[in-house]
């Protein structure tokens, strides 16, 4: 290596060296090491960029082992997106947090709603506090005593601060540099050492040499697991992070899973307090209704009339987008069926398109050639135009692949698919799937128009991923309150002005009733003696299997033996591996080579 580059490259600098005639990029691992005997060794081309520091590098090589995944996959996903070269014009002095904000944090600790929660996981460093609050509570005061806390050890270190989406972390740290806190969202400057960092998902490997505190909001939410492989979880991550460093970490969440409940002690404010913090129900029982009305409830346009008449926004949720999911003739009664591979067709504009093989077809029955054809199953595009024409307004929709239009867009473009003008840059009413309650900021009503959808969904956790729409509906119906206002005005809903409403034919359900007393504890308790009983997660520990190497990777593990791993065939080219315990599957995955074709290994898998 040349003597210029000793003092810029480190363990976890990125590097190009050449590599089978090929010049390629790498991470520095390991330093001062000696070649064994009969290699020769190929100097360092150039230096790319800054990488992650040791700490991180420890991380990936867990990470490899906790996901079934290559620590190259890790090490990617903690590296810069561009090229860092220095951090040393980064960390100029700044007036400290704590001295901005004492005042405030100190009014707010003398109120004790969360000086409880701070004192426990000051006393058990290392260990999580999962810490179960109402939707409505704003957790800036948690975030403000987790720096606090941080600036009490003679450890140097930053706060690392979690949110599910980008957008929510944006606006966490634009609070938190108007609250005097030195916070930051910008990989160079966590290591250059910035005193707050803030993030979603990718920040779980912000390239902090030591965390100080960790916060983790909303831990039950799916954002934090990766869907490609491998299937990281950024809650355990970070969880893996404070326990190596010692550090106090909370874990907020309104409706916490089995597996965080199982696994973390917990702290809850007073049940007034709890119970006060979630959103006004109302739930709509349809099964005394004829299913021909559609998803539309004569109770759900007159509240939305009240609630757009007081210039409020109305949000409508449907997770099925698309004009129509199940089709059927007007006349024969055949279903909509694609020829080529039988799945069931979709509407989409004048066509008919079968989403498993992309063929397309004229909006006709094959059986008797009819061109009357009905709707069995709406999907969000024919909802909105229900909507619009009940409700005399614009309905925009919005789903996972929406783009958010802007001022500088065409106004046809704009205005496609509506006869009423655009009164507003955001809409008064929006319909969508989940991804709308991720972009809309506020709203007068949510509602759910076929709640069930949620509520039957044949998954592990279905019940509480249902009670997270709810609570995260919460957020959206009325304004931001603090843990003061809440706590001093217990007695009074804090929800007055909005309302969630869910459509359904199980109003009974304990989803329900848990969002309606505002306490999902039984709930939590019920789930988790039903998976006790049946042994699944997170009392065992499971992996799938997919692609075309699971056959025979399924195959190699069978051989291998293990007698605590038991190896299942789903059908469809998807195996099960199964432990009892985590080190057991962890240890046989990592033991059993893989194939050489392609190899999906999801550890922890939501479906199964």
Request: a positive charge; one cysteine or more.
């Amino acid at each position: 290596m040349p003597r210029e580059w000793e003092s810029s490259v480190r363990v976890g600098t990125i590097v190009k060296i050449t590599l089978h005639n090929r010049r390629v990029k790498g991470w520095v691992v390991k330093d001062d090491v000696s070649a064994p005997e009969g290699v020769e060794l190929l100097p360092i081309l150039s230096v790319s960029s800054l990488g992650p520091p040791i700490a991180i590098l420890e991380l990936t090589r867990w990470a490899a082992w906790r996901w079934a995944g290559t620590q190259v996959a890790f090490l990617r996903m903690a590296s810069p997106k561009r090229v860092v070269r220095s951090t040393s014009t980064l960390n100029e002095s700044s007036p400290e947090a704590v001295v901005a904000s004492s005042g405030r944090a100190n009014d707010t600790q003398s109120k004790g709603v969360f000086k409880e929660a701070t004192d426990l996981a000051r006393s058990h460093p290392g260990q999580p506090l999962l810490v179960k609050v109402p939707p409505s509570m704003d957790l800036i005061e948690l975030v403000e005593f987790a720096v606090f806390e941080s600036q009490r050890t003679p450890k140097n270190g930053s706060v690392l601060v979690l949110v599910p989406s980008k957008g929510w972390a944006e606006r966490l740290c634009k609070r938190l540099v108007k609250r005097g806190f030195r916070a930051t969202r910008e990989w160079e400057q966590a290591l250059a050492g910035w005193p707050v960092v803030v993030g979603s998902r990718a920040a779980a490997w912000a390239p902090i040499e030591r965390v100080a505190a960790a916060v983790v909001v909303d831990a039950h939410d799916g954002a934090y697991r990766s869907e490609r492989a491998p299937t990281f979880n950024a809650v355990d991550v970070v969880v893996r992070r404070a326990e190596l460093d010692g550090a106090p970490c909370w874990l907020t969440s309104p409706c916490p899973t089995p597996e965080l409940v199982v696994r973390f002690r917990q702290w809850s404010p007073d049940r007034s307090i709890e119970g006060s913090g979630w959103p006004k129900l109302v739930v709509v029982d349809r099964r005394g209704e004829d299913p021909r009305t559609g998803l539309i409830s004569e109770e759900l346009v007159a509240l939305a009339r009240d609630v757009l008449e007081r210039g409020s926004r109305a949000v409508f949720v449907l997770n099925r987008t698309g004009r129509a999911r199940l089709i059927a003739c007007g006349s024969c009664g055949e279903l909509a069926r694609c020829e080529r591979c039988g799945s069931a067709l979709i509407q989409e504009v004048d066509l008919y398109k079968c989403r498993r093989c992309e063929t397309e077809r004229p909006p006709l029955c094959s059986a008797c050639g009819s061109t009357k054809m009905k709707t069995l199953r709406s999907g969000v595009s024919k909802v909105r135009d229900e909507l619009e024409a009940l409700l005399k307004v614009r309905v925009d929709e919005i789903t996972r692949d929406s783009r958010p239009l802007r001022p500088s867009d065409p106004p046809r473009e704009r205005d496609s698919g509506s006869k009423y003008p655009r009164h507003q840059e955001h809409a008064v009413a929006v319909v969508g799937t989940e991804a709308v309650l991720h972009r809309t900021r506020d709203a007068g009503l949510v509602a759910f128009l076929d709640f069930d959808q949620h509520l039957l969904r044949p998954e592990i956790g279905a019940s509480h991923e249902a009670l997270s729409l709810i609570a995260r509906a919460g957020r959206l119906v009325g304004a931001r309150r603090s843990v003061a206002s809440l706590s001093s005005d217990s007695h009074s809903h804090p929800r007055d002005n909005g309302v969630v409403l869910v459509q359904t034919r199980i109003p009974e359900h304990d989803v329900i009733l848990a969002a309606e007393r505002g306490d999902p504890g039984p709930l939590a308790r019920s789930e988790i003696e039903l998976r006790r009983e049946l042994s699944l997660p997170p009392f065992c520990a499971f992996a799938s299997l997919s692609g075309s190497g699971a056959p025979p990777y399924a195959e190699s593990l069978i051989a291998a033996g293990c007698r605590d791993v038991e190896v299942s065939d789903l059908g469809a080219g998807r195996w099960l591996v199964r432990s009892p315990r985590h080190a057991e599957l962890l240890d046989t995955l990592a033991a059993v080579p893989r194939p050489s074709e392609r190899t999906r290994v999801e550890v922890d898998p939501v479906r199964i």
